[in-house]
């Protein structure tokens, strides 16, 4: 998990894998990149884990050529 947080680089690979990634491997994704305690804050508000593998699902069944840049 900390080779996705530790470099710009690393973080850019992480973005990439969340985005480009098939929509059924969203919680696989997950669980590779995060505990399960982790939660993100979105538009102010706080989304679970569920949640968050939820809307990693949505935006990869949306966009299959997606390239983030960080």
């Given at each position: 998990?900390?080779?996705?947080?530790?470099?710009?680089?690393?973080?850019?690979?992480?973005?990439?894998?969340?985005?480009?990634?098939?929509?059924?491997?969203?919680?696989?994704?997950?669980?590779?990149?995060s505990?399960?305690?982790?939660?993100?804050?979105?538009?102010?508000?706080?989304?679970?884990?569920?949640?968050?593998?939820?809307?990693?699902?949505?935006v990869?069944?949306?966009?299959?050529?997606?390239?983030?840049?960080?």
């Amino acid at each position: 998990m900390s080779d996705y947080s530790s470099t710009r680089e690393g973080f850019q690979r992480a973005m990439e894998w969340c985005l480009q990634g098939e929509p059924g491997q969203a919680k696989e994704f997950v669980q590779s990149t995060s505990t399960d305690s982790f939660y993100q804050i979105l538009n102010g508000e706080r989304r679970n884990y569920e949640e968050y593998i939820k809307g990693i699902h949505e935006v990869r069944a949306m966009a299959n050529d997606f390239k983030p840049v960080v």
